[in-house]
C-alpha cells in the first residue's frame, strides 16, 4: 500500500505571497491532519479533516486554511505569507472514525513539504 | 508550562547501552505515542499506546495513566537508532489533535 505523499517537498516564497500545499493519504484512510514544525516552537497542530469537513483547528490565524476533497485529498493553503512562516509543513493520515477501534487514531505522515519564506 | 514534557533533551550513547526516554504530560488523554524523526524530516510512528507496555523488537514503551508519564526504552542500541524521538498525546477530548514534547536527540556512537 502506498504510504502518505505530499507535494512539493520545497518550496521557496516570499513575503506577502501565498502557497498550497498537497497531501494525498494512504488508500481508504478518510483523516487528514496537518502539522507544522519549526525549530523554535516543534511540532504544532494546524487542524484536521473527515470526510470534507474540518474536525479540529489548532491555534494558528485565520492565514491558514484547509480542504478536502472527496477522494480524501487535503490541500493546506497560507495567505499573505510571512518570514515566521518557514517550516517543515507535515500531514499525517488516518482511518478517521469514531468507532471503538483504537488503531483509527494511529497516524502514518508524509515526508513534509519544507516552505522557506524570503 | 509545557502540557507534554520530555527528559532528557539531548542523550549520547555508546552503542549496545541501554536508553531510557521519559514524558510526562499534564493533561488528560485518549493516547500516547512515541515518534521517531529522522535527520530529513520523516517522521515514523513507533506505539500509540493507553495503558500498560508494547514492545516491537528492540524498542518498548510503557504507560502509567495515574502519574501521567511514559518511558521508551531501547535496549542494545545502535547507531541506526540515533534520531530524535518525540512524545505526543491526544488530549482535549478530540482523538484527531495531537499535542507533542520538543523532542529528544538521540546520538548512538559506535
Known amino acids: 500500500k502506498a504510504g502518505v505523499t505530499q507535494t512539493p517537498r520545497y518550496l521557496i516564497k516570499t513575503r506577502g505571497q501565498q502557497v498550497t500545499l498537497s497531501c494525498s493519504p494512504i488508500?481508504?484512510?478518510?483523516?487528514v491532519s496537518w502539522y507544522q514544525q519549526t525549530p523554535g516552537q516543534g511540532l504544532q497542530f494546524l487542524f484536521e479533516?473527515?470526510?470534507?469537513?474540518?474536525?479540529n483547528k489548532g491555534n494558528f490565524p485565520g492565514r491558514f486554511s484547509g480542504r478536502q476533497f472527496s477522494n480524501s485529498r487535503s490541500e493546506m493553503n497560507v495567505s499573505t505569507l510571512e518570514l515566521g512562516d518557514s517550516a517543515l509543513y507535515l500531514c499525517?493520515?488516518?482511518?478517521?472514525?469514531?468507532?471503538?477501534?483504537?488503531?483509527?487514531?494511529?497516524?502514518?505522515f508524509g515526508p513534509g513539504t519544507r516552505l522557506t519564506v524570503l | 508550562k509545557n502540557e507534554v514534557e520530555q527528559s532528557p533533551q539531548n542523550l549520547t550513547a555508546q552503542e549496545g547501552e541501554f536508553i531510557t526516554i521519559n514524558c510526562s504530560y499534564s493533561?488528560?488523554?485518549?493516547?500516547l505515542h512515541w515518534l521517531q524523526q529522522h535527520p530529513g524530516g520523516g517522521i515514523v510512528s513507533l506505539f500509540m499506546?493507553?495503558?500498560g507496555k508494547k514492545k516491537h523488537g528492540r524498542l518498548i514503551a510503557t504507560i502509567n495513566i495515574q502519574e501521567k508519564h511514559s518511558s521508551l526504552h531501547i535496549t542494545a542500541s545502535h547507531p541506526r537508532d540515533s534520531a530524535v524521538y518525540i512524545c505526543?498525546?491526544?488530549?482535549?477530548?478530540?482523538?484527531?489533535?495531537?499535542?507533542f514534547g520538543k523532542g529528544t536527540l538521540l546520538t548512538v556512537n559506535p
Open positions: 505526543a498525546v491526544n488530549s482535549g477530548g478530540s482523538n484527531y489533535k495531537l499535542t
Open positions: 499525517a493520515s488516518s482511518l478517521g472514525g469514531r468507532g471503538p477501534l483504537f488503531s483509527y487514531n494511529e497516524q502514518f
Open positions: 488508500s481508504g484512510h478518510r483523516s
Open positions: 479533516y473527515f470526510s470534507e469537513t474540518q474536525r
Open positions: 499506546l493507553s495503558s
Open positions: 493533561v488528560g488523554i485518549s493516547a
